[in-house]
């Protein structure tokens, strides 16, 4: 099977945040395990590197980056919250997948979306909301979009606003075999760290997942 990333920024986003990065991963044929063998371990190394004090320390800063831009917004940024959590329990386990989208989150220090590929429709673009959009979020919560929202569209329809979250149609699922992460970079971050993340969860997803990294880029 034949898979082609089509990804773009619009002339709005780019002109508001032109040095803003943007990241995709691409991970075809890869297997939703809910905890495939080893992999506890795996979290356990990946934890221990994360909470080593220097480590901490520049993952917290960058995450009270994302927390003043949320706040900017009139929103509370789920980082913080993760972060203190996974410091004092470890990471969370529901499956693959979303595990290792938190582990790209917490040791990378930055925001990460998981979605199955397979229910975008159509090309993705980055770009600015108008006042009053609607778009239904997980667990069908209908977001509605403030001016000038950073959101995500597929050719269809938005499948998510950056200080709400992503919408219910791409969800992962026990079905899913072409996984996508991506991450969104805010004024301040920088690409290299949107980079490490989504690598990060590109190479559970083939060492656990069996799959196959398809793409890993920052725009």
Avoid: W
């Avoid at 529901?94 to 429709?121: K, P, Q, S």
Wanted: hydrophobic fraction near 35%; charge should be positive; proline fraction near 4%.
């Amino acid at each position: 099977m034949c898979i082609t990333l089509n990804f773009s920024k619009s002339s709005s986003y780019a002109a508001r945040y032109p040095e803003v990065p943007f990241g995709l991963a691409l991970i075809t044929g890869c297997i939703n395990s809910l905890n495939p063998p080893g992999f506890d371990q795996y979290k356990r190394k990946r934890l221990r590197k994360m909470r080593k004090r220097e480590t901490l320390e520049k993952i917290s800063d960058r995450i009270k980056i994302y927390d003043r831009f949320f706040n900017d917004f009139g929103y509370e940024c789920p980082l913080p919250r993760h972060l203190k959590r996974t410091i004092n329990s470890g990471f969370p386990r529901y499956n693959l997948m979303v595990d290792a989208h938190f582990m790209a989150e917490m040791c990378a220090g930055i925001l990460v979306a998981v979605t199955d590929y397979d229910r975008f429709e159509g090309a993705l673009r980055l770009d600015l909301a108008r006042e009053g959009e609607v778009c239904q979020g997980m667990g069908g919560r209908k977001m509605r979009t403030g001016e000038g929202e950073i959101i995500l569209r597929d050719e269809k329809e938005i499948v998510c606003v950056l200080c709400q979250g992503a919408d219910e149609k791409t969800r992962v699922t026990e079905n899913t075999k072409n996984v996508l992460f991506y991450a969104y970079g805010v004024p301040g971050i920088d690409g290299r760290y949107l980079e490490d993340g989504l690598t990060l969860a590109a190479e559970t997803m083939k060492e656990f997942g069996g799959g196959m990294v398809h793409t890993i880029r920052v725009y």
